[in-house]
């Protein structure tokens, strides 16, 4: 009992659930903001630089707090009891973000909303997480006497508590576990370590109002617990209107169903809207204008928008065989089946239906049949998850998916009569990237551009009469594709002014799986419709040739080097920005991991969690490593600090030729799980020398005589600091712009700087 009681009020245990309740919430948030930010790489960032940012502040405030008011159970039982009740409460807070912020339903919100929304509510649970890890570094510190060791581990708790998180999350998540029961049970948890810790405090200075805190929380947790269907209900209407009918939390996205005008219901994913039905307008301008270009479609292969109509307009042809339909997420059409009319119902339900939960890229590259029309609706490339259908790659496995006379057809965004610059940018960056792998291409304008391309030159056809006599031969009467409408759509005009316009533009780029260049002609066209300067700054920023790149580093590189060269010893400062360096590459490492994943494995969420956890478990593995090898050592530790990070240099390097089998190679071996577990091999990796860097480096600091109570929290605050940055700037920037490879080089060449900082001795 005695023993129980003792672990329970170690700073070891309170770090743990810090750690634990810390990466489950990322989670959530990350999920939930997302919902309103539709998973767009930039708001990525920018939640991801104010999640560091108010982290790496508390952490860097931690040791001054601990020198006032100490570090003893009563003041880390105090902050635990903060954090378990903000988990639930920043929950309630993101939910309520869209009445809060004013953002319309459906409509992306603005740079500046984006930026209020993300360093808002991170700012009510992150700098709490990040107190307690100096708060408890500095009380363990205290309380030992071999604190040089035995400190490290409050960041081995932290990394395997929040490993811990991460796998609990895949579990619960795994068997449709709703997200704030979860919220409820980790706050929970929390309380338990922290009513311990509150209630053996033996310091002097005990107080009552501490207990009495912990018991108001508990209250308030508790009675969420076992009302938590009515607030999960309200907490839905506040997000999404009083018109909600439906929302889900699947493993794979979160899925809302919404009422409209006319009996009409509109499927939002994370945010986006995915489909409305009935919708037969979107429906006959998905399928007619391209199966009217075949002469005998037999069998079609459908990548989702199924549900929409599509299908049951595919099935009207009467030359049609055979339709394998692809949707990736299968519990979207249990979700949304009952809000289907008969029609819809009926035609999933038709013998020539072969309905496929798979991802799009992954089954295209394992499947062996021949189709004779491919129609997608993969929706716009607004984020390098989505970007990967409109890739290089992509088309050249779509096109090797064609039979001989075989079609493929998709839309994006585009104008409707005329497009602008950025627009214009976009839509050549695709047809430049189309036109690799089919010879004849039809671009038709409109609210909605459609490209129709076809294998062999000359197939394709913009002779209005013979559509229609098409029409008239396959017995269809859609209400909204007639000979009229044809006689518009195809217009000499119309298909002028695009072939004109995509044959004025500048030289674009050939989007590729890992150089998402289409993302950030995307991300240009919405910086537009916000503010033009901003279209026209990220514009003249991407417009930067990598030659110029580089130039700059080195430029910059020569600066630092000079500084930390010269006049007095600056090694402390070196060690600092070792750390921020250190932190922006194991960032932004771990998003290039989890980008490369989706582009080859395809988008699955729980397997993204377990590279996450996988990540932390390295963290922790370095950690002991790091103890073990200077346990008992007498030589100085700069020299194996320098070490790791001449291997900080060498790892994004050495990733360069893994990604690029893994990516040629691997899916054609390899099931997408197995292709998981290899990732989740590399994030650990990564995790286990971020650990020994960190390590070394603390050992570094208490040899330069630093306060051993502050020194692990210092150096966290520049690590987060680090990281925050990297992420904002990274995943904004050079890997849309330059690519996953010429980031892996950037980041290798940053270490490579800190080196050589850290060579001169102190």
Same mark, same amino acid.
């Given at each position: ?43 990525? @960032? ?8 108010? *982290? ?42 869209? +009445? ?18 993300? $360093? ?36 081995? @708790? ?8 991460? #796998? ?6 795994? %068997? ?24 053996? !405090? ?29 607030? !999960? ?15 889900? !939390? ?19 994913? %994370? ?19 391209? #199966? ?21 307009? $595919? =099935?009207?042809?009467?030359?049609? /065989? ?13 979700? $949304? ?14 013998? &020539? ?16 049949? &021949? ?5 997608? %609706? ?14 290089? /790659? ?66 394709? $056809? ?11 031969? &396959?017995?269809? %009467? ?82 630092? +080097? ?123 990796? @990564? ?8 390590? #070394? ?17 210092? =150096? ?40 050589? *900082? ?5």
């Amino acid at each position: 009992m005695m023993t129980a009681l003792r672990i329970a009020n170690s700073p070891v245990t309170a770090i743990a659930a810090t750690g634990f309740g810390s990466a489950v919430a990322q989670v959530i948030f990350i999920r939930e903001l997302l919902t309103l930010f539709y998973g767009n790489e930039l708001s990525t @960032g920018l939640v991801f630089f104010g999640w560091l940012l108010w *982290t790496a502040a508390g952490s860097g405030i931690g040791g001054r707090i601990t020198s006032r008011f100490g570090s003893g159970n009563r003041v880390v039982g105090s902050l635990l009891t903060g954090l378990a009740l903000m988990l639930p409460v920043s929950l309630y807070a993101i939910r309520l973000s869209r +009445l809060i912020f004013a953002v319309p339903l459906g409509e992306l919100p603005s740079v500046l909303k984006m930026v209020t929304v993300g $360093i808002t509510y991170t700012a009510l649970f992150c700098p709490l997480s990040g107190l307690l890890f100096a708060v408890c570094w500095s009380s363990h510190s205290k309380a030992s006497a071999e604190a040089r060791l035995k400190s490290l581990l409050i960041y081995v @708790g932290e990394a395997l508590g929040a490993a811990g998180g991460g #796998l609990v999350f895949y579990v619960l998540m795994a %068997n449709r576990f709703p997200v704030l029961p979860l919220a409820v049970s980790v706050s929970l948890l929390i309380l338990v370590v922290s009513g311990c810790l509150i209630v053996g !405090d033996r310091s002097p200075g005990r107080s009552r109002l501490a207990a009495a805190c912990w018991c108001l929380v508990l209250l308030l947790i508790a009675s969420a617990a076992v009302w938590w269907q009515a607030l !999960d209900n309200w907490s839905r209407r506040m997000q999404w209107g009083d018109h909600i009918l439906q929302v889900s !939390d699947t493993p794979y996205q979160n899925i809302a169903v919404v009422k409209g005008g006319g009996g009409q219901r509109s499927v939002f994913a %994370n945010g986006l809207w995915l489909l409305s039905v009935p919708d037969r307008l979107s429906a006959e301008y998905a399928v007619h204008p391209a #199966l009217l270009q075949h002469t005998h479609p037999e069998t079609v292969l459908l990548i989702g928008g199924g549900v929409g109509g599509q299908l049951l307009e $595919i =099935l009207k042809h009467p030359s049609v /065989e055979r339709i394998d339909y692809i949707e990736p997420n299968p519990d979207l059409i249990p979700l $949304i089946r009952d809000h289907l009319g008969p029609e819809c119902r009926s035609a999933l339900e038709n013998d &020539r239906v072969t309905l496929q939960h798979t991802d799009a890229a992954s089954y295209i590259r394992h499947n062996k049949s &021949r189709y004779d029309a491919i129609l997608m %609706n993969a929706g716009d490339p607004i984020n390098a998850g989505m970007n990967r259908f409109y890739t290089d /790659e992509f088309f050249r496995q779509v096109s090797s998916q064609l039979a001989p006379e075989g079609l493929f057809s998709f839309s994006v965004s585009g104008g409707e009569e005329m497009m602008g610059p950025v627009q214009a940018r976009f839509i050549g960056t695709i047809h430049n990237t189309l036109s690799r792998h089919f010879r004849h291409m039809l671009v038709i304008p409109g609210n909605r551009t459609r490209f129709v391309a076809a294998k062999r030159k000359g197939m394709l $056809i913009t002779d209005v009469r013979v559509l229609s006599d098409r029409l008239k031969e &396959r017995h269809l %009467n859609p209400s909204y594709i007639r000979e009229d409408i044809l006689q518009v759509m195809l217009s000499p005009f119309r298909l002028a002014y695009i072939e004109a316009l995509l044959s004025e533009l500048p030289e674009t780029a050939v989007n590729r799986d890992f150089s998402p260049t289409c993302y950030f002609s995307h991300l240009l066209e919405w910086a537009y419709q916000w503010h033009p300067r901003l279209a026209s700054t990220l514009s003249a920023i991407a417009a930067i040739r990598p030659l110029f790149l580089w130039t700059a580093l080195i430029v910059l590189g020569g600066v630092i +080097l000079t500084v930390f060269w010269s006049g007095g010893p600056r090694f402390d400062a070196a060690v600092n920005g070792s750390m921020m360096v250190s932190g922006a590459m194991e960032m932004v490492l771990q998003m290039i991991l989890l980008l490369a994943f989706q582009i080859i494995a395809g988008y699955l969420y729980l397997q993204l969690v377990l590279i996450i956890a996988a990540y932390m478990a390295g963290l922790s593995l370095g950690t002991v490593i790091a103890v073990r090898w200077r346990q008992g050592a007498t030589g100085t530790n700069i020299p194996p600090f320098r070490c790791v990070q001449a291997v900080l240099c060498l790892y994004p390097i050495l990733l360069i030729p893994v990604l690029k089998w893994a990516h040629g190679s691997i899916p054609l071996l390899l099931t997408p799980g197995a292709v998981g577990w290899l990732f989740c091999t590399l994030s650990l990796a @990564g995790g286990c020398v971020g650990g020994l860097h960190f390590s #070394l480096a603390v050992f570094v600091g208490n040899q330069l005589r630093q306060v051993p109570e502050r020194v692990g929290g210092k =150096l966290y605050a520049f690590d987060l600091s680090g990281a925050a940055i990297g992420i904002a700037l990274f995943s904004t920037y050079i890997i849309p712009v330059y690519g996953i490879m010429t980031t892996l080089a950037v980041l290798s060449f940053f270490c490579c700087l800190s080196l050589l *900082t850290l060579l001169r001795h102190p």
